[in-house]
């Protein structure tokens, strides 16, 4: 069945280390996307990439990279500069025209910086 | 830039009862309107969405919405909730980036609780 993996689902690190979240999805879908969702702050985009090779910042983008060098794979790299990493992280995935009715999400990784 | 207010953090529902959660936003444009749940510790689950045409939109697990757009409101209805529907909802703009794709902008959430 087509759709998308986070993986890990948890994952744990100390603080002051990066660490970076895959995200693969087998839908055929061209835009990916990562929100960090924090308790009762509902879903905010961190980046966002159209196509292969190209990306965008979005909202809250400071402390967070990525890199899209394969359609299927869209990881984010939580750095050390990011001040608060802890956080409910989701990727998602569209494609155009089914860009405009929603988004595919992925099941999440809960990152806990110790 | 858009933006979505859902005025409630949590509300409780008797099992049975109908269920109105509120959403409000501010887009410059037509919008883009969609509802997500989410259960705990999971990834979102689309329920419907509002892109044209019939204000009164049909989603699925017996969900409706009303996209009202001289109250800025997408308001979501169920005539009558099971316990298997409490889980957080999510009201969601999408901002049209040409190319047929959007960047969506989420509200905070409304928890819902069903009580039996």
């Known amino acids: 069945d087509g759709g998308i993996t986070q993986s890990p689902k948890y994952l744990f690190r100390k603080e002051g280390q990066n660490v970076t979240l895959s995200c693969e999805q087998n839908l055929n879908h061209d835009a990916m996307y990562w929100y960090r969702q924090d308790p009762g702050q509902g879903l905010r985009l961190i980046y966002y990439?159209?196509?292969?090779?190209?990306?965008q910042k979005g909202d809250i983008a400071e402390g967070y990279s990525v890199s899209r060098e394969k359609k299927e794979s869209f990881p984010l790299t939580v750095t050390s500069a990011q001040k608060n990493p802890t956080a409910f992280y989701l990727c998602?995935?569209?494609?155009?025209?089914?860009?405009?009715?929603?988004?595919?999400f992925g099941s999440g990784t809960r990152l806990t910086v110790v | 830039a858009q933006s979505v207010t859902q005025p409630d953090i949590h509300i409780t529902v008797s099992e049975g009862a109908s269920l109105e959660l509120r959403c409000n936003y501010s887009y410059g444009a037509t919008p883009y309107l969609f509802w997500y749940v989410q259960s705990p510790g999971q990834g979102l689950q689309l329920l419907l969405k509002?892109?044209?045409?019939?204000?009164l939109v049909q989603g699925i697990k017996g969900f409706e919405a009303e996209f009202k757009r001289s109250q800025s409101s997408f308001n979501l209805r169920k005539p009558s909730v099971h316990w298997s529907d409490a889980a957080e909802y999510f009201c969601a703009v999408g901002a049209d980036m040409g190319s047929g794709y959007s960047t969506l902008t989420f509200g905070k959430g409304t928890m819902l609780l069903v009580s039996p």
């Open positions: 998602a995935s569209s494609s155009p025209g089914q860009g405009v009715y929603g988004y595919t």
């Open positions: 990439s159209q196509i292969v090779n190209d990306f």
């Open positions: 509002y892109f044209s045409g019939d204000t």
